[in-house]
């Protein structure tokens, strides 16, 4: 499994950006799909997740309302539309694809066995 982030930037706070996973190596159909940040001295900590042929989402709390998570088969690709960005949105987005994801394991990302690299989001005030 490949998986490349990108879409990250600077913006101003109460911007908007979309971040973009390009999947590739396998049928994700049954996967989850998520998208973790980690800003700097902090721990990896859970934004959004979906199973791939799923139709429900699942969002921490800190970015509900703000953000969605969807997917286009065609490209193989997982969106995150991230609003109204605020200074503590600011990190390293990484997606990531979990084989064995039940609801209890959705937000903790050692139940992850794939991640891309990562793209930097930085908010400014």
């Known amino acids: 499994v490949q998986l490349q982030a990108s879409g990250g930037g600077l913006v101003q706070a109460g911007a908007s950006l979309r971040l973009t996973c390009a999947a590739s190596?396998?049928?994700?159909?049954?996967?989850?799909m998520a998208w973790f940040r980690q800003a700097p001295g902090k721990e990896r900590e859970f934004v959004a997740a979906?199973?791939?042929?799923?139709?429900?989402?699942y969002h921490a709390n800190s970015v509900k309302g703000r953000s969605t998570i969807s997917r286009d088969n065609a490209k193989n690709t997982v969106v995150l539309q991230m609003n109204s960005l605020k200074p503590e949105d600011t990190g390293v987005y990484y997606c990531?694809?979990?084989?064995?994801?039940?609801?209890?394991?959705?937000?903790?990302?050692?139940?992850?066995?794939?991640w891309g690299q990562g793209t930097q989001v930085t908010v400014s005030s």
């Open positions: 990531a694809v979990g084989e064995r994801i039940i609801v209890s394991t959705i937000e903790i990302p050692r139940f992850y066995e794939y």
């Open positions: 190596g396998r049928s994700f159909n049954n996967l989850h």
């Open positions: 979906f199973r791939w042929n799923g139709n429900r989402s």
